[in-house]
């Protein structure tokens, strides 16, 4: 079964720091593309980050930029979403995203609050 498990959320101060895993299985990993997208209340899903298949290139979301870091560990068929600077209106869902044959998956997702 293919599914994408993510993991890491929690409540964070702004200003803090939180790292997002993901966890695959069922489907060949190392051949795809991952992505990182957000839902917070009331809004829209949005983009977070993108990497390749062996993590050569990354693109960022002009919010994360400098301050959230897309990875992967293809050995432990995991990826992450380090978050630093954490800012109150990171408040979100955050889902780990890949596509095969056309077709979306997605996890269920982490919740990311930051509040004081």
């Known amino acids: 079964q293919v599914q994408v498990v993510e993991s890491g959320g929690g409540l964070v101060q702004p200003g803090g720091s939180l790292r997002l895993s993901c966890t695959a299985s069922g489907f060949t990993f190392k051949n795809f593309d991952m992505k990182w997208y957000r839902q917070a209340p009331g809004e829209e899903r949005e983009f977070v980050a993108f990497?390749?298949?062996?993590?050569?290139?990354?693109n960022y979301a002009d919010f994360a930029k400098g301050r959230f870091t897309i990875s992967r560990d293809n050995a432990k068929n995991m990826v992450f979403l380090q978050m630093n600077d954490l800012k109150p209106e990171d408040t979100a869902v955050y889902y780990c995203?890949?596509?095969?044959?056309?077709?979306?998956?997605w996890g269920k997702g982490t919740l990311v609050t930051v509040s004081s």
């Open positions: 995203n890949f596509t095969q044959y056309r077709r979306p998956y």
């Open positions: 990497i390749t298949d062996v993590g050569l290139t990354t």
